[in-house]
């Protein structure tokens, strides 16, 4: 895999297992990329296909306890794998920071909102009291909190959804760090907090020249906002290219799958919507071959035999796994082809296997 | 994320923590320890044991020897026996006391979580009403306001444990039905029309009893210990009874010479209050760790 | 917007579901009064899907659980299929309940975590059908006790109505009383030898009731006898069941007060034979509940026979306790042998009956996980935790569909699930929906998943509506500025459309302990007048079937 010169993280052959009573669960299965400065990366994908994983074991948040992580993962040239806990600690925070799914789960209840974005500052940037009061009040208002001066000292119980996620964005953003990384940030969200949320983040992204890891289940929320999209399925990237490329030229059948199983306005009401049946493998022995051959509309013997290696497109950065893209004569011929033997009903959704 | 993904694999995890492995070494142990003094205490009349109030001549403070296996006490009375036999006094105590309190404070609490509102306020008043009331002083008011004979003397041990265990079950239950209340089971189980009881009883107390059962041991301990307090202060059961609080208190002043007399039911205490600890926290946390996968 | 009116309610047309002025009000934890939903009405008509849409803090889940009646609403009317809820008691709401099923957001946690998939999914079934037993238990109780009651009772006048029951109660507990005295148990025996002294039954039997009545034990028996019989008329308490159990549990408690009581004095006499009758009569009720119990588990459930056998066990602990040594030991074994045969009978007839109900539900259970796709081989016996949300979600419409409703309210079923499951129970509802004849009321914060599902959606802000229309209508031609800023929040999986341009809601949802004046919406609204302020606007027809509560609308005239 190309390397980029100005990368600010590269992941090279990413692999978490954990160990579970039923086996070794591979949760991510050899992920490489790299992302550079100022850019923004979408990450696409089901529940369970790995990526909340992934990000964690970027930024090694997951405990030690059952869970081995290999390969490399490279943030300014220095191999996180190899950083001692004390070494990371300095890491987050002023180099890279991350923002969850659950704004209340991320904010200590018991401590008011200013000290707790005025923490990060006062441990790493060596801000006094009164110091990092300010900048927290300055931080409030940027991402959006109307009032700052009273709510700094409110309680996160206070605050709705939307606010407490501005909030942990804030803290996120206290000491500048480089690389964002949000794991799902607006699910927990309706939709208006949600798109309010999104802009909030591409904005102090833009301002800041900060580089930005989406995390989503939604294709929708990364199309118009992130650089690049890598799509995973079964701990594997599946599919990887500028957002635009993407969605003007998509080759792999999932990511397919998963545009289509959004409902869209423009499609009249009781529109069958396309979903992909099934579930996501079991991976702790997963099937041989395209692990979403089981689920594909386009699957052929091949696909379950062996497994696609991840191979360039046409376009530049475009890259995908599949041994009968979107779009191409063979795909449309493997369509026909499973149409014809009943795997596929005329409405072009895989046949319905039970789940 | 992970969650998700072990869920597919739950069905295995379930057999495994099923095995006692899971449980740990200690827990059995522990388990084995109260079976056996139970055991002992029910059937000390057709058991082996020696009379407890039988007093030895010669064998004043004798340590443990081959006919007395935990020795004799300050007036000749074989100690195996009347620590066996104290742990009836004990275990009855803790066991009906804890007991009734479970009823009374379990379906006080039950009801008070469930309904909430003005339910709520008259039981939880009434649960805090039992706290107001010093124990000790109840206990020592209850005694000399009544006949103290040696079997009322029992029955009022246990009212008054009951009595003070009542608040902290029924508020155990309470905050715990509160919590389940709010799932949304329990209003799916209002939606097909079934009675608030049902509910309670089938969608709401299955999922309180684990971490109840666990708190109801560690009750149970409490009053063990409680009782030899009590004991102490010559406000238990009467001699010649004996109560493992007592056998310590009338050991003490052999304890330069022989330890043992004061030390036997000690450890005897010791080991049951440990063993009821041990189980009670064990389970509540087999009961956590399951409950987070849920 | 956001304002009052019914215009848009179809006067025409009779609908399955009709919502009147509804209005809910909570208290909050400072006292005050959350105005959650003020003055909603909306119609649906038989198979029509509704869609409700708005942002959290809306007060739609809140409408959802006024619709069901748990909580009731603080005023306005619901009708289902011309049955006024509001005005139904709680008994005639919950035979009510089975044509009105909900399905939740959160799936794991809509299903209990300690049952099976199986019983989760028949707990419907089961709760009815016990019912059911439950009633013809009551029937045949009272054709056999209830005629010789009726028949006795209707000779005498009103005060001995109430008296015989107590009298036949202390009969039995007279009787009891001298049995269990050796001596006294002689002479009984001999009175029955002796004609004569046998008639003088009738005036002891008075004399008993008499004395009952008027000591505090023949006052708590007075209560006890008025809810055994009167309980069941009155259905009060269900089943007989029911009633014998929870008399029993009273009872119960006596018998562990008097037996304590016992114990303690050596007084003999009065205390010893009211003991041992009250013990006697609480085995006896605890004996016959678990009879009962055996015979319709469904009733006293396991958790209920558990009380049960814990409740034995206390009267036998109290009972023993106060025994001397020797008989202690003996009673005690006796009373463990007996014990086990009992809960082992108990617990044999019980698993029996469970199973026989078991499967009798199974088919039914079958039918309804394969209507929703699930794999019925191997999901029956585990538990809500070893499935996805995905897989939950389905087995809670499994649970809404196999009692046959009517209506299903669907409170943001899809909003906790990832995008392509979400397309998934879509289609599946739509799916059940032409199946069973479904009439859906489908609520969420995304327009695109509400527009897919609903023939008529109406949007809601603060407690009302805002804008109801048709589907296309609303989203091709939003009036209401509201709806305008909730379609162009819809995340676009086109990386042409530029989503950094859209028109953003700004601020947050107003406090509902204190609504904006005028128009709900005027606080964020883009295009706020001198008159939001002022006066709230009404429900007004835009287009045929489209309606919409604000000012200036977008087509009209005024809309600058």
Known sequence: MKVAEDALLEVDNLRTQFDTPGGLLTAVDGVSFSLSKGKSLGVVGESGSGKSVMSRSIMRLLPKVNIQTEGTVRFKSRNLMELAPRDLRKLWGPEMAMIFQDPLGSLNPVVKVGKQVAEGLRVHSGFSKKEARSEALKLLREVGISEPERRLDEYPHQFSGGMRQRIVIAIALACQPDLLIADEPTTALDVTVQAQILDLIEEQRNQRNMSLILVTHDLGVVAGRTDEIMVMYAGRIVERAPTKVLFANMKMPYTEALLESIPKLERPSHSHLLSIPGQPPNMIDAPRGCKFAPRCKYVQDRCVEEEPELISAATPGHLYRCFFPVGSAESADALARNMANGKVDESGSRVHIRT | ?294 | MAGSGNLHLREQEKPLLRVEDLVVNFLSAGGETVQAVSGFSIDVLEGETLGLVGESGCGKSTTARAIIQSPKPTAGSIQLDGVELTELDDEEMRRTRPILQMIFQDPISSLNPRRTIRDVVAEPLYVWWEEETGRLAIASWFEKTGNLFQKISSKFSRPARILAPLAWLSLIFWLVSEASDERSLETWLSWLKTPAQFIGFPVLFILAAMAAALSVVGAVWLVLAVILPFGVISGKFGSVTNTVGLTGLFTSLFAVVFLFFRTWSSLGGVAHWLSSGILLLAVGFLAVWSLLACREPSRAGSSALAVLVFMLFAIQVFYIVGLDGNTKLAVFSLSAAVDGILYWLIARRYKLARAQMRQRAEPEVKRVLEAVGMEVEGSLERKPHEFSGGQAQRISIARALILNPKVVICDEPVSALDVSVQAQILNLLEDMKAAYGLTLVFIAHDLAVVKNISDRVAVMYLGKICEVGPPELLYSAPQHPYTRLLIDAIPRPDPEFDQRNAVRIEGELPSPLAPPSGCRFRTRCPNVQAKCSTEEPQMKEVASGHYVACHYPADSELNQ
């Open chain 2, 1 to 294: 994320m992970i969650k998700l993904k072990l869920r597919k694999r739950t069905r295995e995890v379930d057999e495994t923590s099923r095995t006692n492995n899971s449980l740990g070494l200690m827990f059995w142990a522990a388990v084995s320890f109260l079976a056996v003094l139970t055991f002992c205490a029910i059937f000390a009349d057709i058991l082996p044991f020696k009379n407890p109030t039988q007093t030895f001549k010669g064998f004043n403070k004798n340590g443990p020897s081959g006919s007395f296996l935990l020795g004799n006490d300050g007036v000749g009375r074989d100690i195996l026996s009347r620590v066996v036999y104290g742990a009836q006094t004990s275990l009855v105590i803790a066991v009906v006391g804890t007991s009734i309190a479970l009823i009374i404070g379990g379906s006080i609490g039950l009801a008070a979580g469930y309904y909430r509102g003005k339910v709520d306020r008259l039981l939880t008043i009434m649960l805090n009403t039992t706290l107001i009331i010093p124990p000790l002083i109840l206990f020592i008011s209850l005694i000399l306001f009544l006949d103290p004979a040696a079997e009322r003397r029992m029955f009022i041990l246990i009212f008054t444990f009951a009595l003070l265990s009542i608040a902290p079950i029924g508020r155990v239950v309470r905050a715990n039905t509160m919590a389940w209340s709010e799932r949304e089971f329990v209003l799916a189980a209002q939606t097909i029309g079934a009675r608030n009881g049902r509910v309670m009883f089938r969608e709401i107390l299955p999922n309180v009893a684990p971490s109840l059962i666990s708190y109801s041991l560690i009750v149970m301990a409490t009053l063990i210990i409680v009782e030899g307090a009590v004991a102490f202060l010559g406000l238990s059961v009467p001699s010649p009874t004996p109560t493992w609080g007592d056998m310590i208190n009338k050991g003490r002043p052999h304890l330069d010479v022989a330890p043992h007399i004061t030390l036997m039911p000690a450890l005897s205490m010791f080991l049951t209050v440990l063993s009821l600890n041990f189980i009670g926290d064990k389970l509540q946390e087999k009961f956590e760790s399951k409950a987070a996968i849920l």
